[in-house]
């Protein structure tokens, strides 16, 4: 990966993979900001949605702040990704994979769909790269 961003690499494919969850396949992904500090994530998504996501890992703060809201036609969610992440999910993570390797079936997601999100955050990581 080009620039190294250490919180693109961290959080980055978790955040582009609940972005792609909620709104669709990701079709481009754009990336602006310093990479050591604050930097934005413009992603375009398929059926004419769009996304946009700051990330900062040089934040002096005491609690670390996690959150995706999403706003359209429809009406508003919001998720606390800090809050909504806990031993249980762990344990449910864990159940469905093996529930999956007991059963021989493929499991979501997969090898393919890690790949997919390394590429997306490769692109990101070459934007804050090149200074766009």
Do not use: K, N
């Amino acid at each position: 990966m080009a620039a190294r961003a250490g919180v693109l690499l961290d959080l980055g494919p978790d955040l582009v993979d609940l972005l792609e969850t909620a709104l669709g396949r990701v079709l481009a992904i754009r990336a602006h900001g310093d990479p050591h500090g604050w930097f934005g994530l413009m992603l375009e998504h398929e059926g004419g949605r769009f996304s946009e996501a700051s990330m900062c890992g040089s934040a002096a703060v005491d609690q670390p702040v996690a959150r995706v809201e999403i706003f359209g036609s429809g009406g508003a969610a919001e998720v606390d990704c800090t809050a909504a992440v806990g031993p249980e999910t762990y344990t449910t993570m864990f159940r469905e994979f093996a529930d999956a390797v007991h059963r021989e079936t493929p499991h979501e997601p997969d090898v393919h769909r890690g790949l997919r999100l390394q590429q997306l955050i490769e692109a990101a990581d070459t934007d804050l790269l090149a200074g766009r």
